[in-house]
């Protein structure tokens, strides 16, 4: 089955510096990568997604980047904000719509 | 909000006794998900229903079970309960989109 690796695990940014977080998969069939967000004692919240015919998708300070060949993916916030912090996962979606997720990265904005 | 509605949004219960979470997906969608998450876990898969039939199973309990119903609400039995049961359970639904979308959870603490 599906394997996905995100790295780091915790990570600490000043405000207004940019935070990357790296996600890896092993099913090449895989062909959607969500983002979510995750605050404290709440549900995950989609915040960006990309197809696998797709480079590079961007949404105000949030973009995301996917290297197919590599089988990676990535999350890049710029201009980070305090209520940036939060755990983020990433997720692929392998045929059959199962999703599997990463283990989380625990992002704290340093105001 | 993303339109999955789960019950009850916190449970105490003692070791030894069967609860039922109860989950509602967004309006339309045929997928429902469940998903655990202990402390500083990521998401654990549990287990996949579409259009009331099971789907797929992840690393679900033989003291746990769930079910779909023929109006696509969901329902994860719990059994026997142990300490180290207690968790966030959360539910996500997909089907006319891309992606999946998480219920806020039920917290379940087991004493």
């Known amino acids: 089955g599906e394997n996905v690796e995100q790295h780091p695990s915790t990570l600490s940014v000043q405000e207004g510096d940019s935070a990357v977080i790296k996600c890896t998969y092993s099913?090449?069939?895989?062909?959607?990568f969500p983002w979510y967000k995750q605050e404290l004692g709440k549900g995950p919240q989609l915040i960006i997604d990309?197809?696998?015919?797709?480079g590079e998708k961007k949404d105000q300070r949030i973009a995301v980047t996917l290297n197919k060949t590599a089988k990676h993916f990535s999350l890049h916030i710029t201009e980070t904000q305090p209520e940036d912090s939060a755990v983020y996962f990433c997720a692929a979606r392998a045929p059959g719509n199962q999703f599997y997720f990463g283990t989380g990265t625990s992002l704290t904005v340093i105001p | 909000d993303s339109g999955v509605t789960q019950t009850p949004k916190h449970l105490i219960t003692a070791t030894g006794q069967r609860v039922t979470l109860r989950c509602s997906p967004r309006?339309?969608?045929?997928?429902v998900y469940w998903y655990q998450q202990s402390l500083d876990q990521g998401l654990q898969f549990l287990i996949h229903y579409y259009n009331g039939e099971e789907r797929a199973k992840g690393n679900i309990l033989e003291r746990f079970s769930a079910q779909q119903f023929p109006d696509l609400h969901s329902e994860l039995n719990l059994s026997s309960l142990e300490l180290g049961d207690s968790a966030l359970y959360f539910c996500?639904?997909?089907?006319?989109?891309?992606?999946?979308?998480f219920g806020e959870g039920s917290w379940l603490t087991v004493v």
């Open positions: 996500a639904s997909s089907g006319r989109t891309d992606t999946i979308y």
């Open positions: 990309i197809r696998s015919n797709v």
């Open positions: 309006s339309g969608d045929l997928s």
């Open positions: 099913d090449s069939a895989s062909n959607y």
